[in-house]
């Protein structure tokens, strides 16, 4: 099973900026799609930005839409999610997954097999 490790996570200020990694352990993500998902204390687990597998095409909740960018570096082994003018109801414990049953479309949780162990980020003045 692939293993996924997140970093980057940390507190900031509303309005400032963090970017996640989410690297993979002795795989590459070629042909994977890989999705962020977050979970705030008390809520349930949202989809937040994913690559599918098909043509690296980026998919965003409406509430991050332009404010955050989801990318994969040239070696394959690594995904990040920058993200900008932060809020304090972006407060949640990040988590990528990746998943090989995808084309296209890849923002449902339940389509992913393997997931990193959250990192955790504080919007906080």
């Known amino acids: 099973q692939l293993q996924l490790v997140e970093s980057g996570g940390g507190l900031v200020q509303p309005g400032g900026s963090l970017r996640l990694s989410c690297v993979a352990s002795g795989f590459t993500l070629v042909d994977y799609a890989i999705g962020w998902f977050r979970q705030a204390p008390g809520k349930e687990r949202e989809a937040v930005s994913c690559l599918s597998r098909d043509n690296d095409g980026a998919n965003y909740a409406d509430s991050v839409k332009g404010r955050f960018t989801v990318s994969r570096d040239n070696r394959q082994v690594t995904v990040y999610l920058q993200m900008n003018n932060l809020r304090p109801e972006d407060t949640a414990v990040y988590y990528c997954?990746?998943?090989?049953?995808?084309?296209?479309?890849?923002?449902?949780?339940?389509?992913?097999?393997?997931w990193g162990q959250g990192t955790q980020v504080t919007v906080s003045s």
């Open positions: 997954a990746a998943t090989e049953r995808v084309f296209g479309l890849c923002l449902l949780d339940s389509d992913y097999d393997s």
